[in-house]
T-cell receptor
Framework: DGGITQSPKYLFRKEGQNVTLSCEQN?????MYWYRQDPGQGLRLIYY???????QKGDIAEGYSVSREKKESFPLTVTSAQKNPTAFYLC?????????????FGPGTRLTVL | LAKTTQPISMDSYEGQEVNITCSHN???????ITWYQQFPSQGPRFIIQ???TKVTNEVASLFIPADRKSSTLSLPRVSLSDTAVYYC??????????????FGSGTRLSIRP
């Protein structure tokens, strides 16, 4: 089955620790995205990658880092510099061509900082 | 930036038609309008996309007036399972910077028996 997988589903971290969230897609999509969602709020874009080895900051990139070494993988690292990292993190991908392409979302990772 | 504005919440009853309107006054010529549905603790799911006039698929219709400054998602004969948050998204991420990918705050739709 084609789709997007995120792991783990739940993640607990101590303050001051970096943690990496996994996102893999087998849809052969060029574009991939990371969003953050806080309780009762909408989605906010963290990072966006249109193609391998290229990515752009979204609205709330501070305290986060990404890499895009392979087309199918777009891991997100939440660093200790992120002041309030507890949130629901969603990864998405899209074909990347015109027009505004449908984004396919993963099941999400819920990160809790203890 | 084509920021969107939607009602925070709406209530309706099973079997009714529900219309959710999204305002996007600064929509650009190349922008498309896309609606997503999100259930709790899940990723959003694509519902429908359009550029102008009317688009219909098996689950919804999307009405876009000539000036494209707003759009209306229409859900026919809703059921309890349509209770979710609905997001309106405007933009063309493939050709724009990441800052143009803007999800609004969403509309929380509650369907009652």
């Amino acid at each position: 089955d084609g789709g997007i997988t995120q792991s783990p589903k739940y993640l607990f971290r101590k303050e001051g620790q970096n943690v990496t969230l996994s996102c893999e897609q087998n849809l052969n999509h060029d574009a991939m995205y990371w969003y953050r969602q806080d309780p009762g709020q909408g989605l906010r874009l963290i990072y966006y990658s249109q193609i391998v080895n290229d990515f752009q900051k979204g609205d709330i990139a501070e305290g986060y880092s990404v890499s895009r070494e392979k087309k199918e993988s777009f891991p997100l690292t939440v660093t200790s510099a992120q002041k309030n990292p507890t949130a629901f993190y969603l990864c998405a991908s899209s074909r990347g061509g015109p027009p505004l392409d449908t984004q396919y979302f993963g099941p999400g990772t819920r990160l809790t900082v203890l | 930036l084509a920021k969107t504005t939607q009602p925070i919440s709406m209530d309706s009853y099973e079997g009714q038609e529900v219309n959710i309107t999204c305002s996007h006054n600064n929509i650009a010529t190349n922008d498309y309008i896309t609606w997503y549905q999100q259930f709790p603790s899940q990723g959003p799911r694509f519902i429908i996309q359009g550029y102008k006039t009317k688009v219909t698929n098996e689950v919804a219709s999307l009405f876009i007036p000539a000036d494209r400054k707003s759009s209306t998602l229409s859900l026919p004969r809703v059921s309890l399972s349509d209770t979710a948050v609905y997001y309106c998204l405007v933009g063309v991420p493939a050709y724009s910077s990441a800052s143009k990918i803007i999800f609004g705050s969403g509309t929380r739709l509650s369907i009652r028996p």
